[in-house]
């Protein structure tokens, strides 16, 4: 069964760096558009980027110039580098697949990771 698994979470002081990554374990044929979320406490999830599967990218305006999306096709793996840290980043960062493919006509859609959390400090 197809399911994305989120690593690298940390705490980390404000100013810092971290890295996430989002692997699609399973029967992975190919993988549509990808999103980094996060949730803090008492507020709902929002998506923070975006990339498509051929790479073009999207940020929320919060985190425009301080995060990266990337994705490795040949992995079945999304990453989210993020910079310059504020303890406003702080939350659980889930990953969700648009439509990830297992044959070319057999597809999950919406699929969700069970997230990672991201604690600054400040």
């Known amino acids: 069964q197809v399911q994305l698994v989120e690593s690298g979470g940390a705490l980390v002081q404000a100013g810092g760096s971290v890295k996430l990554s989002c692997v699609a374990s399973?029967?992975?044929?190919?993988?549509?558009?990808v999103g980094w979320y996060r949730q803090a406490p008492g507020l709902q999830r929002e998506l923070v980027a975006l990339?498509?599967?051929?790479?073009?990218?999207d940020y929320a305006d919060s985190v425009r110039g301080r995060f990266t999306i990337s994705r490795d096709n040949t992995k079945n793996t999304v990453y989210l580098y993020m910079l310059s840290l504020n303890p406003e980043d702080t939350g659980v960062y889930y990953c969700n697949a648009d439509r990830i493919y297992i044959r070319t006509d057999h597809y999950r859609n919406n699929v969700w990771g069970r997230g990672t959390q991201v604690t600054v400090s400040s």
């Open positions: 399973g029967i992975v044929f190919s993988i549509d558009s």
């Open positions: 990339i498509t599967n051929d790479g073009t990218a």
